[in-house]
């Protein structure tokens, strides 16, 4: 057995599959100012019953990164910076603990000035004097020689509860997204680590002792050990839970947009031939740019319980949520109790939608039917241009999937896979307003919950070649290794595939499914005069993302 575990804006879905498919789906509300409550409370009723042994992992879509960082709740955490000749690192500040130091390194990973040890023992000592428990260390080159931030890590060791090398956070060389992406790291580490030591004794107390897993922005899982040295990769989950839940029911050889439609937001993805569209650069979040591999997703302030208001006379829809929708009890009007009106939904009190929208419907001049699908006009068609800016901007740019560079493919989607709580109601009312054909995912109030159990245990692997130092390296995995003059592509590529494997079997990867492949593989030669000095290669490999295969006939089953 395994559980799936999706916290939304709303609702916390969590689901239970065995070999017969969809054992047990619950819901419970979300508390937004106690996510580990939520958390804890979805798997507590998930379990009621069950006997322990049966389960044989849980997966995790959370949430509580992501808002921390959205409503700047993070905690102050230090900074020290080292890029050398060229941009001043100021311009990349992060925060007010931030601090450029000396010392460089370049391209090639040769030392061109050493760091100043007093320089760095000072900065800790003032940090210390803050309060300050984490630190982020980024040096500018530090992918292709790491030794300075090792020799600063050092000096801070003992100091601080925990340090985040840069070096180790991310293989690719931006270095200002490299230094948004570490302080990220360092920042919401204190929070996800509360969160995985309340799940873990949670789980412990129900007997529960088996691996946990959290999903990742890129649709792929990891081992919620592995998460507390890289927290920041469960940044936007919730979203590619949604597209993981999706993927199995994408058509092939065409594009297809993924839309979960939930009570506060509706997020978007594209599909290719059922392979995510990726972003090849990385998340954008809270004003900073990272190198924290995701799905190319799009999130808007617009669901089922979205607040329906007049603003100047016009009829406006969300982006507040300001509670449930006056059939359930709540206090304004929503597109949920529009659906009401319409008899698309029938589960609640129908009166109260109806006495909710009188009055603005009074201020139109036109009855409360009209007004309900005027509501539910403006909501499907604010979705749909929503996902035709998200098409534009992938086509704006090289479009990338999960699995590979499409040269020159321009994005055409003629399907739309709809999930979420709402998500029969309005692919009806979609439909009406344009041409795209519209089908409702199987199991769609909990197929993001389902997306995020079966999504495959994902990483990748960035490993560099110097013939001419004669050197291998892959700085994010601490290896590095004696080369010959000899080596080329094709060792390269090897050795890659070798760290790549150990890395995933270690973040909980099934060995026996293990797909993996080239992502990118470049070889230069390096010129002094009229000779060839050596070469320069750069591997980039990656566990193929996707759904486990041990489940593939559960997946046949939910498709029934």
């Known amino acids: 057995m395994i559980i799936g575990l999706d916290v939304g804006g709303t609702h916390t879905d969590v689901v239970l599959l065995d070999d017969n498919g969809l054992e047990k789906e619950i819901k ?74 000396s010392g460089s390194i370049d391209h090639r990973g040769r030392e061109i000035e050493p ?39 050092a000096i801070l060791n003992g100091s601080f509860e925990k340090i ?34 309340a799940v873990q004794r949670s789980l412990e107390a129900k007997g529960l ?44 050889d065409e594009d297809t947009l993924v839309m979960d439609i939930g009570g506060t937001t509706t997020d978007m993805a594209l599909l290719i031939n059922r392979a995510p569209v990726l972003n090849p650069l990385g998340i954008g979040l809270g004003g900073y740019k990272t190198l924290i591999r995701s799905l190319e997703t799009l999130s808007i302030g617009l669901g089922g319980d979205s607040a329906v208001k007049l603003i100047e006379g016009k009829l406006e829809v969300g982006p507040e949520r300001l509670g449930p929708a006056m059939a359930y009890g709540g206090q304004v009007p929503t597109p ?27 201020i139109h001049g036109i009855s409360v039917e009209a007004l309900a699908h005027q509501i539910i006009d403006i909501t499907c068609q604010n979705i749909l241009t929503a996902a035709q800016n998200l098409i534009d901007r992938i086509n704006s740019k090289p479009v990338y999937t999960v699995h590979e560079l499409q040269e020159g493919y321009l994005v055409r989607p003629k399907n739309i896979l709809v999930l979420g ?46 013939t001419e130092r004669r050197v291998a390296e892959a700085p994010e995995e601490n290896f590095s290794q004696q080369i010959d003059s000899n080596y080329d592509r094709t060792g390269a590529q090897q050795h ?56 593939d006939h559960v997946i046949a089953k939910l498709s029934q």
Request: proline residues 5%.
């Open 336 to 362: 949920t109790d529009a659906l009401f009106i319409t008899g698309d939904i029938k589960d609640g009190d129908k009166d109260k939608s109806k006495n909710g929208l009188k009055p603005l419907a009074k």
């Open 496 to 551: 890659a595939f070798e760290l790549l494997r150990d890395k995933a079997i270690q973040r909980g990867a099934n060995p026996d499914f293990l797909e993996m492949e080239v992502v990118e593989a470049l070889q230069f030669n390096m010129v002094r005069g009229f000779n060839t000095t050596g070469k320069n290669i750069r591997v980039k490999v990656q566990v193929k993302p996707g759904l486990i295969h041990e489940y």
């Open 28 to 101: 419970v509300l979300t508390d937004p100012s106690n996510l580990f409550n939520s958390v804890l409370t979805g798997l507590n009723e998930i379990t009621s019953g069950i006997d322990p042994k049966n389960i044989s992992r849980i997966v995790l879509s959370t949430t509580l990164s992501t808002n921390a960082i959205v409503q700047k709740k993070i905690p102050a955490v230090g900074m020290i910076v080292s890029s050398g000749p060229g941009i001043d690192p100021d311009f990349y500040r992060t925060n007010a603990y931030y601090f450029p130091v």
């Open 164 to 197: 985040f090398m840069g070096h180790r956070i991310s293989g690719s060389l931006n270095f200002s997204r490299r230094i948004a992406t570490t302080f990220l790291n360092a920042a919401v580490y204190p929070i996800h680590k509360e969160f995985y030591e």
């Open 209 to 252: 002792v088996l691996p946990i897993r959290l999903l990742k922005a890129d649709g792929g899982n990891m081992r919620f050990e592995s998460s507390i040295e890289f927290p920041a990769q469960t940044i936007l989950s919730g979203p590619s839970a949604s597209v993981m839940g999706a993927v199995a029911f994408g058509t092939e």
């Open 115 to 153: 760091i100043d040890h007093d320089e760095i023992n000072h900065i800790a000592e003032h940090l210390q004097k803050e309060g300050i428990r984490y630190v982020g260390v980024v040096g500018k080159f530090s992918i292709r020689n790491p030794a300075h931030e090792l020799q600063i890590q």
């Open 421 to 466: 709580g709402p998500a029969p109601y309005f692919a009806r009312h979609l439909e009406k307003l344009c041409a795209y054909s519209i089908r409702v995912v199987p199991n769609w109030q909990v197929a993001n919950a389902i997306g995020a159990a079966l999504a495959r245990t994902t990483c990748e692997v960035i490993f560099f070649a110097d």
